[in-house]
């Protein structure tokens, strides 16, 4: 008896999972370091409101190229810069015509010590610090805007003997909230929560310094017909996404 | 194209000095410490070993997260240095060389603890006998018996500091000529997708690391078997 039932049900449990499992996928997304808050709170607000769940994985743009290059699984990335992206559509690694622009980055000057960035960017002037830690210029964007931003102001020669450099974002940033740089350029997005600098001091480096940091988003082959990429390229473009990705001082 | 950039140079350059350097320190440091292992019978003997062989297992980002913030101005060591003048030691040479010796330390303690312990107690008490002092006997005694260890200590302590990846990439700040070794260098190419100069220091790194491993066997079998 009890064999026969289960026979009946098995069926509808498979069909059952097999449905929910199509209904609800999960989408693996490289994401650029300077996105990780943003992306973890999307993600949260993406699940609850599709049911499709995202595996995201932080790190460094130029990274993620290598490793798409060479098979990754990803479906879709996050980079922390526009060329990327191209070049993966260019080489056909990517889905055709599916990039788009989910942020401008903005750049801030950031320390931990409250007081010691005024709201004007004067102490790169001024000077007193021994250290000052940014992005390496040649691999991450908001690096290369830094170094933009102090030639603009005539302050390159003078700092760049005082330079360390994270191998990307996250780095920079940690180089600074450890206290082991006095303070660094890091994206704005690192420091802010909920429209405000959490801790420390800062000066949100004004966009006319440097070029836009453009981020583009495009699925990869990887994700070619995954409804769950779609979705969350589409999420990634409405007005709940828009909200927090400004709420963390990206423009859009 | 030339093969390597005057960068990649500058890399070279700091990573030998700072193998050399580091093998030398760790010589000096851990031949007491290996000649005790080898002989005490004291209950600290097992604690002991185990920190010593504690960053064969942990992940180098583990060291260098922990170096960068016991060496940085709000930890314990970096209060120190700064107490006596010296700074903090992170982004600095002196700092990479820190991180290096803690990272190697159970590459050349523990071939010259197996080499010591191979010589045995015989031979000091044959010397003691003979009125060797003991620091005496130590020096003409032990340490030419226990040669393929020293042989053995300074090549794998070379080596694996030239390997050194995750200890730099944390505390390293990527300073030319400071703190920018060889394979951070690499890892900046592959990221800047520059396969062409990654590939000639990532192949130098295979040749070299080979050249290395087959010198020390065909050398001394005997320090090999002292590794096992």
Redesign the interface.
């Known amino acids: 008896m009890r064999v026969a039932a289960l026979r009946r049900v098995l069926p509808c449990l498979a069909w059952l999972l097999v449905h929910a499992a199509a209904a609800a996928g999960q989408v693996s997304v490289a994401v650029a370091s300077n996105f990780t808050a943003p992306m973890q709170k999307i993600a949260a607000a993406f699940a609850a409101d599709t049911g499709h769940t995202v595996a995201p994985a932080f790190g460094a743009t130029g990274a993620f190229y290598a490793q798409i290059r060479n098979g990754a699984p990803f479906q879709m990335l996050l980079a922390a810069d526009d060329e990327t992206p191209a070049r993966l559509e260019q080489e056909g690694l990517a889905a055709a015509g599916t990039r788009f622009a989910y942020a401008t980055g903005r750049l801030a000057l950031w320390s931990a010590q409250p007081g010691l960035v005024d709201g004007k960017g004067e102490v790169l002037a001024r000077g007193g610090f021994e250290r000052i830690a940014l992005a390496n210029p040649k691999l991450a964007p908001y690096g290369a805007a830094a170094v933009e931003a102090m030639a603009r102001l005539q302050v390159l020669a003078r700092l760049q003997p005082r330079f360390v450099q994270g191998e990307n974002i996250a780095q920079a940033l940690q180089f600074v909230a450890t206290g082991n740089a006095p303070l660094g350029f890091v994206a704005l997005s690192q420091v802010m929560v909920d429209g405000r600098i959490a801790r420390g001091s800062a000066w949100v480096v004004p966009s006319s310094l440097h070029a836009p940091i453009r981020q583009d988003a495009v699925i990869l082959a990887a994700g070619k017909g995954s409804a769950a990429a779609s979705a969350l390229a589409a999420y990634l473009r409405g007005d709940k996404a828009r909200a927090i990705i400004r709420s963390f001082g990206y423009e859009l | 194209m030339p093969a390597f950039s005057a960068a990649d140079f500058d890399a070279i350059w700091l990573t030998l000095k700072l193998a050399t350097l580091t093998t030398a320190l760790l010589l000096l440091l851990a031949t007491p410490l290996a000649w005790w292992l080898a002989r005490t019978a004291s209950g600290w003997r097992a604690p002991v070993a185990a920190v010593v062989a504690l960053p064969l297992v942990l992940p180098p980002t583990v060291l260098g997260f922990y170096l960068?913030?016991t060496?940085?101005?709000?930890g314990p060591v970096g209060q120190a240095t700064q107490m006596l003048g010296l700074?903090?030691l992170?982004?600095t040479f002196a700092g990479l060389l820190v991180g290096s010796v803690i990272y190697s330390l159970p590459f050349a303690v523990q071939p010259l603890q197996h080499a010591f312990e191979a010589v045995g107690r015989r031979p000091m008490e044959v010397a003691a006998t003979l009125r060797a002092r003991p620091l005496d006997a130590f020096l003409s005694v032990a340490v030419p018996l226990a040669r393929p260890g020293f042989v053995t200590a300074a090549i794998l302590s070379f080596a694996h500091t030239v390997g050194e990846f995750g200890v730099v990439?944390m505390i390293g700040?990527?300073?030319p000529q400071q703190t920018r070794v060889v394979s951070?260098q690499i890892?900046?190419h592959?990221?800047?997708?520059e396969y062409t100069q990654a590939h000639w220091l990532a192949g130098g790194m295979v040749l070299f690391s080979f050249a290395v491993l087959l010198a020390l066997s065909l050398t001394s079998r005997r320090s090999l078997r002292v590794l096992g």
Request: charged share 5%; aromatic share 10%; hydrophobic share 45%.
């Open positions: 960068l913030v060496m940085g101005p709000h700074g903090t992170p982004f990439l700040g990527n300073i951070t890892y900046g592959v990221e800047a997708l």
